[in-house]
T-cell receptor, first 113, second 111 residues
Framework: AQSVTQPDIHITVSEGASLELRCNYS??????LFWYVQSPGQGLQLLLK??????LVQGIKGFEAEFKRSQSSFNLRKPSVHWSDAAEYFC???????????FGKGTMLLVSP | NAGVTQTPKFQVLKTGQSMTLQCAQD?????MSWYRQDPGMGLRLIHY???????DQGEVPNGYNVSRSTTEDFPLRLLSAAPSQTSVYFC??????????FGSGTRLTVV
């Protein structure tokens, strides 16, 4: 079965600094990969997704992620963090032929002034 | 607006009570699923369905029942609520490609 690991439970970044959130997956074939963001008390918002093709994926709100097959990783990046980016971020993996997603446990992003 | 609708948004139950969380989608998606979200645990799959009349268990199915009599609806039933079922519940539907749509969630507290 596939699995997703987000090694960092919490990350604190200064406003204006760059951000990288890590995500590693375990699956034999090429998965399709997602990053979601959740503000407190809110639902899930899709930031970006990767299915195939260019391994650098652009998303909303200035986020991007890079799929690295050799490292089984799909790290999320943003060059300059804004205070409004403070939220919880979830990486998820889907598998061809399966109808559900497997989620990581999430990374809480705190933004300091 | 097309999407996944979950009701209610908030619910408080007493231990032992039963209730049904409703989920409806109007996108004609075949695939639907239920997740629960707990602090530090991410979202975990409870049950899912690949079409009307077909359901299967996910990672944490105990204490929950589902049925899928129509394409549009996928209710989640708690037969005898327990405090361990206090959680936020999300319903999702998926098209034949890679598009997932999530509902806004139901926050359930069992006292």
């Amino acid at each position: 079965a596939q699995s997703v690991t987000q090694p960092d439970i919490h990350i604190t970044v200064s406003e204006g600094a760059s951000l990288e959130l890590r995500c590693n997956y375990s699956y034999g074939a090429t998965p399709y990969l997602f990053w979601y963001v959740q503000s407190p008390g809110q639902g899930l918002q899709l930031l970006l997704k990767y299915f195939s093709g260019d391994t650098l994926v652009q998303g909303i709100k200035g986020f991007e992620a890079e799929f690295k097959r050799s490292q089984s990783s799909f790290n999320l990046r943003k060059p300059s963090v804004h205070w409004s980016d403070a939220a919880e971020y979830f990486c998820a993996v889907g598998v061809e032929g399966y109808s559900t997603l497997t989620f990581g446990k999430g990374t809480m992003l705190l933004v300091s002034p | 607006n097309a999407g996944v609708t979950q009701t209610p948004k908030f619910q408080v139950l007493k231990t032992g009570q039963s209730m049904t969380l409703q989920c409806a989608q109007d996108m004609n998606h075949e695939y639907m699923s239920w997740y629960r979200q707990d602090p530090g645990m991410g979202l975990r799959l409870i049950h899912y369905s690949v079409g009307a009349g077909i359901t299967d268990q996910g990672e944490v199915p105990n204490g929950y029942n589902v049925s899928r009599s129509t394409t549009e609806d996928f209710p989640l039933r708690l037969l005898s609520a327990a405090p361990s079922q206090t959680s936020v519940y999300f319903c999702a539907s998926k098209d034949r490609g890679y598009g997932y749509t999530f509902g806004s969630g139901t926050r359930l507290t069992v006292v």
